[in-house]
């Protein structure tokens, strides 16, 4: 009988707790919640991203809390999308729960601006809105519909490209032979990048190190510190310093060399390039220049080809050899593709052109004032 009761008791204890889990489930799925309201932006002022303003707050953007009912908080996203694409891919800047502005750094929105495929130099409205996820504690999930706020703010930014690494130093050429050893004001040893903020990388033909004419090593520097000795070494097996060493391969080959002087990191592979093909010419074609430019072969690679103080204006582009064509809608760094989109020339002006047969990747680079 005792066993019974003790059942019986057991059994209306787990429907009271039952009833009551559905009681609250229905207290906060019955709540219509009302989205973030009054998004505002602390100014109207245009931001011109560049260097020297990264790290500055560009604008704050605050809003009010969305509402879902008791017991419910909401954890809140920024979605930035051009103007007039009506938030169809938005990027996403989290922000957190019950937390209700974001400053938004120019570097933040430089990297926005180039995520969203926006050409560099150009001045591009932005809208703003505030995503609302309503949470429950023990939940990782929205528990109700996700909204957004009614309106949007707009912010008006103009990106940049940002600097780029060079490599210094003996890698391609001889102490008192190559005149463009360790030489500080050489632009022409400019790495490549898939895109304006990728990875600065290089793939081709480097020197193996000998201690008798001092071929083979190198460090990397960056663009704003050509004709100066801040240079970055060798720390240990992937990491770089100011104060490190010169880094030595050891033995000539092709290589894939990448750098970060942002996260302080290095990486070198060897690169298998036995059954690439050696072309002739390459040319450079398009509604972006006046007339096709030849690039010269690079005496230290067969596979580099250059072309100095080229006029672009506004247009496409595309690499020739033959029947190949390489090209990619970004400028003024990318990895070309066969027959792919055309270069996108967003800046008229002077460049330096650099092109790389084995991988694809293209550089259009403008020298420093001081150079």
């Known amino acids: 009988m005792k066993k019974i009761f003790n059942q019986l008791v057991g059994t209306l204890a787990f429907s009271i707790l039952l009833f009551s889990c559905e009681s609250d489930l229905e ?7 009302n989205g973030p309201v009054h998004v505002t ?11 020297e303003n990264a790290k500055d707050t560009a604008f704050v953007i605050t809003w009010e809390a969305a509402d879902y009912g008791k017991d419910i908080s909401s954890s809140y996203t920024l979605q930035i999308d051009v103007a007039g694409n009506d938030f169809a891919a938005p990027q996403e800047v989290v922000v957190g729960n019950n937390v209700f502005s974001k400053p938004l750094t120019s570097d933040n929105l ?15 409205d932005l809208e703003v809105r505030v ?12 528990v109700l519909p996700i909204l957004y706020s009614q309106t949007a703010v707009k912010v008006n930014v103009t990106s940049y ?18 005149p463009n050893v360790w030489d500080i004001a050489n632009y022409r040893y400019v790495m490549f990048r ?20 001092w071929a083979g090593q190198f460090k990397f520097i960056n663009d704003g510190d050509l004709n100066t000795y801040t240079m970055y070494g060798k720390k240990d097996a992937n990491t770089l310093s100011l104060t490190g060493g010169n880094f030595e391969l050891p033995q000539d ?5 990448t750098a970060s002087t942002s996260k302080m990191t290095y990486s070198i592979k060897e690169y298998d390039a036995s059954a690439a093909p050696v072309y002739a010419t390459i040319q450079l074609s398009g509604s972006g220049v006046a007339s096709i430019v030849t690039l010269v072969q690079a005496y230290y690679d067969p596979h580099i080809w250059i072309a100095d103080d080229i006029t672009l204006t506004t247009g496409e582009l595309t690499f020739l050899s033959g029947l190949n064509s390489w090209s990619a809608k970004t400028f003024p760094y990318g990895k070309g593709t066969v027959d792919g989109d055309d270069i996108k020339v967003t800046k008229a002006g002077k460049y330096y052109v650099k092109f790389n047969d084995l991988t694809g990747h293209y550089v259009f680079y403008q020298k420093i004032k001081s150079l």
């Open 253 to 257: 080959g092709y290589y894939t060399i």
């Open 194 to 213: 898939d895109d304006a903020l990728a990875t600065d990388e290089y793939t081709g033909f480097i020197r193996g190190f000998s201690d008798v004419t």
């Open 131 to 142: 995503m609302a996820k309503p949470m429950v504690l023990g939940s990782s999930e929205p």
């Open 161 to 178: 490209a940002m600097a780029p690494l060079h490599l210094i130093g003996s890698m391609f050429g001889v102490y008192f032979v190559d």
């Open 110 to 124: 430089n990297s926005i601006m180039h995520k969203l495929g926006q050409a560099i130099d150009v001045a591009t």
């Open 27 to 33: 207290k906060v799925v019955l709540q219509p919640g």
């Open 41 to 51: 932006v602390n100014t109207d002022v245009p931001l011109v991203c560049s260097a």
